[in-house]
């Protein structure tokens, strides 16, 4: 038995993982009768979904999250069809335009009948079945009629949208739109994810800790449903995207040069439709354009460029994120990782038979390494136009160390176990972009280790999770102590500040002064520079007089709002929503990740954070312990409970207990229901229908 529960609205990453307690595809032709389903909602509105087909499942998990995320999934889905101008104006049109030209229509309607296998396109339909039955009942919270009824195309549409912007193909396309591609940016978000098997766990258990950081507002926000599945996800910083300078031909337009050849670009035009105010639509024209390399952009000085990425050669990366929450074992879970369809993602897992596996996965092009592929590449010749994705076996990974534990906090996945275990970069790996370096998070989670003793306990791990401290040294810290190691007396308008800081203990307590003034100081640093969470692994360069007026900066913003200095953490840095307002501890790059910023009334708002949390502990009986939480609770919708009913937990680094056991889930229910319908279900009147 596995784990895993969590659901993404960012590209409905919810329909790929299974829920439990449905069998796989027996007959995928019976159409989807709501009384077949069950919803069981907790205390905390999480939704265990059952049904007597994965399809039924299906079809209940999409019913679910609309009850609680409606409108976040209907603008992933409008997004994916390109109506964004429609709904947010301007700045949507920008959204449809890259939809466009990346070519989700044409790619994902010519693809689809063969992408996927005919259980997995009927369990698709379950699922547009359940999004279209939601909206049926609730005509007033459709965000756009035209989208509807939804199809299985249209979230497979979803999907490539969402992937081509994890993939990072937006980032080259504005640059060549505004003229100013230079290299590659392999920047993105922050997670963690660590396991220990029974070589380290005080009781023999295996431990698995999921800890994705990412926006708490927006598409990127998280949401919670009882599903199956055995690993978490990471970000890595690869290669993935090239883009390809066209030579053109100097008289004949849009003719371009390929293997000795002069071959005709497509011309892909599209209207964008803006709506500008209330039924007030504006088409906007615009022209992309196709190569044999893929979408193809002119810049503004004229010149053409192409782009290629992994994750428009295939459309199912839904299916495979469904076999891998299907798969009873390790060789199942890396049998789906094999088709390479998932752009990215560092993969943690762990199951009941003591299996801890960790790869630096993503679909990695296979170049030719005698160019260089971290900048422009010649548009010319068969050379540059890769064919084929690594496989599994080439990436870097590591199953089952002996000193017993994996991690991977967006470091290096090179260093993902004790030292003795380490592995190094091979030459076959120069272009396929994986980080070298690491970050404040690895290293702390590498002293914690050092000095945890024989063997880690369940509170163990939720102690490094919750860790607040910077590590002793990292490439950061070492750029930073410069900066703090002035002489005070040279300062005296800020030397209570710089003493505070050059003593302070590198823990972001609430309680913390110090920490207030390092939050306040490098937060204007890095808004002056433009730095982002890359600084963490290069480290920054600052003058001295640059990080002085941060200093000023800070000092004056703290006697502006609070009238003083000695303010704590706890005071300025906070988890907002709705009417509550709490206390956030955490900083960024700390294993308790709190990225936050200016908000109002002399606080900063954390906005990236653990989207989610969750510790499970497995033994011979499978997962006998799940413990998780989310920041705010499982529904957007400010009038329901659940609305931020796990804010508490949350900022007091505390969980609540799930469980995959049916009755368990049964004894903490307190609704049961067909979805639809709506009918009310007794627990009796379950037990009847789950033994049929």
């Avoid at 205390?43 to 079809?59: C, L, M, V």
């Avoid at 275990?421 to 970050?439: D, F, I, V, W």
């Amino acid at each position: 038995m596995k784990c895993f529960l969590q659901g993404a609205i960012f590209t409905l990453f919810l329909l790929a993982f299974m829920p439990a307690f449905a069998s796989d595809f027996p007959d995928y032709q019976r159409p989807i009768n709501p009384k077949d389903v069950t919803i069981i909602r907790d205390k905390w509105g999480t939704p265990h979904i059952y049904g007597q087909t994965d399809a039924d499942a299906a079809y209940g998990l999409a019913y679910s999250l609309c009850e609680s995320q409606f409108k976040g999934l209907q603008l992933t889905l409008i997004a994916g069809l390109g109506h964004m101008g429609l709904v947010e104006g301007k700045d949507g049109a920008k959204a449809d335009f890259f939809q466009h030209a990346i070519g989700t229509d044409s790619i994902v309607n010519a693809r689809y009948d063969k992408a996927f296998s005919e259980g997995f396109k009927h369990y698709l339909k379950a699922y547009t079945q359940g999004i279209n039955d939601y909206a049926a009942n609730h005509p007033d919270n459709i965000v756009l009629e035209r989208i509807y009824p939804v199809g299985p195309k249209d979230i497979v549409k979803a999907h490539f949208i969402s992937l081509a912007f994890v993939t990072g193909a937006q980032d080259p396309i504005q640059d060549i739109l505004e003229g100013s591609y230079e290299e590659k940016d392999k920047n993105g978000v922050g997670s963690n994810a660590f396991a220990f098997n029974t070589h380290r766990t005080v009781d023999s258990s295996t431990y698995l800790c999921i800890d994705p950081h990412l926006p708490l507002k927006g598409d990127l926000t998280v949401t919670e449903a009882h599903m199956v599945s055995d690993g978490a996800h990471t970000w890595n910083g690869l290669d993935l995207v090239d883009v390809y300078q066209l030579e053109m031909h100097p008289d004949k337009d849009l003719r371009y040069k390929f293997d000795g050849e002069w071959l005709r670009l497509d011309e892909r035009p599209v209207k964008l439709k803006v709506n500008l105010w209330w039924f007030i639509n504006i088409p906007v024209k615009r022209t992309t354009y196709w190569s044999k390399y893929g979408p193809t952009f002119q810049s503004d000085d004229g010149e053409f460029y192409a782009l290629r990425y992994g994750a428009n050669q295939t459309i199912n990366y839904a299916e495979q994120w469904y076999r891998m929450g299907k798969a009873k074992n390790l060789e199942e879970f890396k049998d789906a990782m094999s088709m390479r369809a998932v752009p990215r993602f560092n993969t943690v897992y762990a199951d009941d038979k003591d299996n801890t596996f960790l790869i630096g996965y993503g679909s990695i092009p296979d170049r030719d390494t005698s160019y260089d592929w971290t900048g422009v590449v010649p548009g010319d010749t068969s050379a540059t136009l890769w064919q084929e994705l690594h496989t599994l076996d080439q990436m870097p990974q590591k199953k089952n160390p002996d000193c017993g534990y994996l991690y991977n906090m967006n470091n290096t996945p090179y260093n993902l176990t004790c030292d003795e275990e380490a592995m190094y970069c091979p030459s076959q790996h120069e272009t396929m972009g994986y980080r070298l370096k690491n970050n404040n998070r690895s290293r702390r989670f590498e002293e914690l280790m050092n000095n945890c003793g024989e063997y880690v306990s369940f509170s163990d791990m939720k102690r490094f999770k919750y860790d607040r401290s910077y590590p002793q040294q990292s490439v950061f810290l070492e750029s930073v102590e410069p900066l703090l190691q002035v002489d005070t007396s040279d300062y005296p308008e800020v030397s209570t500040l710089l003493h505070a800081m050059q003593n302070w203990d590198r823990r972001a307590t609430l309680e913390s002064v110090p920490a207030t003034y390092f939050l306040l100081t490098f937060n204007y640093i890095f808004d002056k520079k433009g730095y982002d969470d890359h600084a963490f692994f290069t480290g920054i360069d600052v003058s001295q007089e640059l990080f002085i007026d941060a200093v000023t900066y800070a000092k004056e913003f703290l006697q502006k709002h609070y009238n003083t200095t000695n303010v704590p953490l706890k005071k300025v840095q906070r988890l907002i929503r709705g009417d509550k307002n709490k206390p956030m501890p955490g900083f960024p790059d700390a294993l308790a990740a709190a990225y936050s910023k200016p908000h109002k009334n002399g606080q900063y708002k954390t906005f990236i954070s653990s989207g989610y949390t969750m510790f499970v502990e497995y033994t011979n009986d499978g997962a006998s312990r799940i413990e998780t939480v989310l920041p705010f609770g499982t529904s957007d919708d400010p009038d329901s409970p659940h609305f931020s009913d796990q804010m508490d937990l949350f900022v007091n680094q505390q969980t609540k207990t799930m469980s995959l056991d049916l009755d368990s889930v049964l004894h903490n229910a307190e609704r049961l229901y067909h979805p639809y319908t709506n009918q009310k279900v007794t627990k009796k009147q379950f037990q009847t229908l789950k033994n049929q």
